[in-house]
């Protein structure tokens, strides 16, 4: 008889300490994740869709080219003017260019180009005109030089012209005119007007502006220009009654963060309604929510403060889908309230935490084991949403374990269940066999007419939101200004950078081809702005060869006094000193640089109209190869697609092995077949309302199967409870709430996922119940 109290005493004990523990964990998360979001520099929160996307598969070098490509373009913002007189156009426009250089967001705003700036350009090319020769000229000089005395010869005699004595003088051949209208022709379809860079389309005139950024357009600061920016744009349009259209990183990244900030809010604020009214219709107590909220808030806080530790940030993506975790973790309070709830007087806070705890363990184990195989895949927008989801999970299940024995010890008010005579003739249906075989047959005929046209789109964009006013911009100024922000390109290696000249210098036939057979419609490279000092060499050879041969025919011809002469020495321009020039900026984008021992370049492609023969080509060369990260992204979607069919297959396999254990292969086959059968059905629906479907409807049966599996598990262990049945019900109602609300999202993928879980969250609760066995019967 003395040992009771001692057991008692030891018990309480045990269970405080534990409290406790759990308790520093807390406090523990708390100041990890004080000092990561309040001590760092940075914003914690990543919204770059990019860091969600797993490293390139190729090479480092295809991951660098990239990562080259993308910084550039990234930091740009383009700005395109346009208006119904000139006199307005250009004052608009220069009004533009003070007002963004006076905004502070831009490190450069390239507007009016002074004659200094312009003249820089062409001089250092004119220090080195000797060195450089356009193909047609070296054709020509190689094979009829005495041609380039007639070209001079007509070209004096032609009033059109424009040739100066002091160019003649300069350059008596006028092979620099040509080479410089070549490099010219190839930046844009602008010219110079008033300093401005100008284009004309479809009989209007624009001017175009373009500007450098400060910070990455992923940053905050930069985010927030964005409105900054739109303010000038609409003062400068009543001002001046002109169009001003713009492009840039910075506002799909500024429309994705407000987006996804938007989707936050809304999921999150209406999810913990939900949970608030349900909770107070429900238990009509004050402390009922709070045990709630405190398991939602450690779940979400512990979540949090994992994920930024491991990953240095957490993504915003993470977060839309963190928020509807909210109604996930609330599923293991819900049964312990409703067991509270359901004992009135007789509750006993220990006993009813026992009365549960298999369940919700197994819950949370098969929850895991879904969860858990997303680490698998090198995708970290996948490891990162499982690890998040998972710290969540186990936060929620640990304050349920840990403190609602101490915190919920007083017992509530004696009172029938809500819901009570419904709820018991619901699992009175469920005795009758028509139901227990019909629904589920039902269900699983209605669930295989949409599959049979299933459409699967494997498009990295369904990650992003996509607004069509940002996007008919976009197009508008790719049409004027002729050029897109292309990201298909060429990779060229080489073991140093004179190979490398060379090398692009042999693929320019090529390009040249493809570009007049269709294969693209455009090519930039960097042999198109700089040749190799081996065809310097070859180009100063030809150009001392013509003075040597035709000068005195020329002299003759033109009746000059001096005969002309070469006196300039050859003086090779290297790629380095190239680079290191301001002339070379807008391109400087193309040059790699060392990686693995070699260096690197790439060739950008625009409007590839026969992908096929880019790819067969660049497969036979093993120095060339292609890249092009949307695809690439896209392709890697499908492969990892499969492959999370294969884990799902794989978690369902042991959570069937694991239920096989405790309850024998015949109950396993019950408390599993809800959940497939609503896999089925979310992907159904999901296709039915015409969303196409991808590895994001996957994911969401991970989620499917591990809900649904905790419904059938409460039900297979305390068979006809009506408190069960309440508690399953409380929290599909959360979940289908959190979730429906993931439907309304802009982004597709998102959206789509919210689908597929609403629905099949639906079904699992509705089938739920057939999990059940007497318990004579088991």
């Not at 010219?191 to 004309?200: H, K, Q, V």
């Not at 400068?236 to 987006?259: C, K, M, N, P, W």
Request: charged share 10%; glycine share 6%.
């Amino acid at each position: 008889m003395l040992n009771k109290p001692n057991s008692a005493s030891n018990r309480v004990t045990i269970k405080h300490k534990i409290a406790l523990a759990w308790l520093s964990l807390v406090l523990l998360f708390i100041a990890l994740l004080s000092n990561q979001w309040l001590t760092s520099p940075q914003s914690p929160i990543e919204t770059n869709i990019l860091k969600l996307l797993p490293k390139n598969q190729q090479s480092p070098v295809a991951e660098q080219a990239f990562e080259t490509v993308a910084n550039n373009l990234s930091d740009k913002v383009v700005f395109m003017v346009s208006a119904n007189n000139q006199p307005s156009l250009y004052s608009a426009a220069a009004q533009l260019e003070r007002s963004l250089v006076d905004s502070g967001l831009f490190s450069d705003v390239v507007g009016k180009i002074n004659s200094e700036q312009q003249n820089q350009w062409a001089s250092y090319y004119f220090q080195h005109r000797f060195q450089q020769l356009t193909p047609e000229q070296r054709a020509r000089l190689t094979t009829s030089p005495q041609q380039q005395t007639q070209y001079v010869i007509q070209s004096i005699y032609n009033p059109f012209s424009g040739v100066t004595g002091k160019e003649l003088i300069s350059d008596p051949f006028l092979l620099f005119r040509d080479y410089l209208s070549q490099l010219t022709a190839l930046n844009s379809a602008f010219t110079i007007n008033n300093g401005f860079l100008s284009a004309e389309y479809q009989g209007q005139q624009y001017l175009l502006i373009s500007a450098t950024l400060h910070d990455s357009p992923y940053s905050f600061h930069a985010q927030q220009g964005v409105t900054t920016i739109n303010d000038i744009e609409q003062a400068i349009r009543q001002q001046y009654q002109a169009d001003i259209d713009h492009t840039g990183v910075l506002f799909y990244a500024e429309f994705g963060t407000q987006s996804a900030k938007s989707e936050i809010s809304t999921i999150g604020l209406f999810s913990l309604l939900g949970v608030v009214i349900l909770i107070i219709a429900v238990f009509r107590s004050p402390v009922p929510l709070i045990l709630a909220l405190l398991s939602i808030g450690v779940g979400l806080l512990s979540a949090l403060a994992i994920t930024t530790w491991l990953f240095g940030t957490v993504h915003l993506f993470s977060l839309v889908f963190g928020a509807s975790l909210i109604g996930v973790s609330i599923d293991y309070a819900f049964h312990y309230l409703t067991e509270r709830l359901a004992a009135g007087n007789q509750w006993d806070s220990r006993q009813g935490l026992k009365h549960i705890f298999a369940a919700i363990t197994m819950g949370l184990v098969t929850s895991l084991i879904g969860y858990l195989g997303m680490l698998i895949a090198p995708f970290p927008g996948l490891q990162q949403l499982a690890l998040f989801s998972s710290v969540g999970l186990i936060a929620a299940y640990a304050t349920v374990v840990a403190w609602y024995p101490v915190l919920a010890v007083k017992p509530s008010a004696s009172r029938p269940l809500p819901g009570h005579t419904l709820s018991q003739r619901w699992l009175t249906l469920w005795s009758g066999k028509w139901i227990k075989l019909g629904l589920p047959v039902l269900v699983l005929g209605i669930s295989l007419l949409p599959l049979s046209a299933l459409h699967y789109d494997d498009d990295i964009h369904q990650l992003q939101a996509m607004p069509t006013e940002l996007k008919q911009q976009e197009q508008r100024i790719a049409q004027i200004s002729g050029v897109t922000s292309s990201q298909q390109m060429l990779v060229v290696t080489a073991r140093d950078d004179e190979a490398l000249l060379q090398r692009l210098e042999s693929l320019s036939s090529t390009l040249e081809q493809w570009q007049m057979s269709g294969v693209v419609s455009h090519y930039q490279s960097l042999a198109q702005y700089l040749p190799s000092q081996a065809t310097q060499s070859d180009n100063y050879q030809l150009i001392a060869t013509l003075y040597d041969t035709q000068a005195t025919a020329l002299a003759s011809a033109l009746k000059l006094s001096n005969v002309p002469s070469l006196t300039q020495p050859l003086a090779p321009m290297t790629l380095q000193d190239y680079l290191a020039h301001p002339v070379s900026e807008p391109v400087r984008f193309l040059y790699i640089g060392q990686v693995d021992q070699q260096v690197a370049a790439i060739v950008v492609l625009n409007g590839i109209h026969q992908l096929a023969s880019v790819k067969a080509f660049a497969q036979d060369h093993s120095d060339i190869s292609y890249l092009n990260k949307a695809e690439e992204i896209s392709t890697l979607f499908a492969e990892y697609r499969l492959k999370v069919m294969e884990l799902l297959l794989l978690a369902v396999s042991l959570i069937g092995i694991l239920l096989t254990k405790r309850y024998g292969w015949k109950h396993a086959l019950l408390i599993l077949l809800p959940s497939v059968i609503a896999c089925l059905a979310g992907i159904a629906t999901a296709s039915a309302l015409g969303s196409t479907l991808n590895l994001f409807n996957l994911l969401a049966l991970i989620l499917i199967v591990g809900i649904g599996i905790d419904y059938t598990l409460f039900f297979a262990e305390k068979a006809r409870s009506p408190s069960t049945l309440l508690a399953i019900s409380l929290s599909a109602m959360t979940t289908l709430l959190s979730f429906g609300l993931l439907a309304l999202s802009q982004t597709h993928a998102i959206h789509s996922f919210g689908i597929t879980v609403l629905s099949g969250i639906f079904v699992a609760w509705l089938l739920s119940p057939l999990a059940i066995i007497d318990q004579d019967k088991k």
